[in-house]
């Protein structure tokens, strides 16, 4: 499984984005999906997750601003941000669960600021 992340760049605080990520295989039989992050100095840490059955999980931090989906049709899977925040600066991955191992896109950076 190859992922091709993309959408990234630089918004001003308050600004919205929307993350993409394409799976080179179809995504009808994968387990969760979903976008990881990781900040300067700090550990990467999950954003959101969607089931294969469409149940979602978000962080705390970004409950409320952002939103997960998946389109198998196009096996993609999209993360929309809305309001970010300074603190929302990271490289994002998504990440996929199939055959019980787990597959990491290259990460796409997100900066917010003015």
């Known amino acids: 499984v190859q992922l091709q992340a993309s959408g990234g760049g630089l918004v001003q605080p308050g600004g919205s984005l929307r993350l993409s990520c394409a799976s080179s295989r179809s995504m009808v039989n994968f387990g969760a999906v979903g976008w990881y992050r990781q900040a300067p100095g700090k550990q990467r840490e999950l954003v959101a997750n969607i089931m294969s059955v469409g149940n979602t999980n978000y962080a705390d931090s970004v409950k409320g601003r952002f939103t997960i989906s998946r389109v198998n049709a196009e096996n993609t899977v999209y993360l929309q941000m809305n309001s970010l925040e300074p603190e929302d600066t990271a490289v994002y991955y998504c990440?996929?669960?199939?055959?019980?191992?787990?597959?990491w896109g290259q990460g796409t950076l997100v900066t917010v600021s003015s």
């Open positions: 990440n996929v669960l199939f055959r019980r191992t787990a597959y």
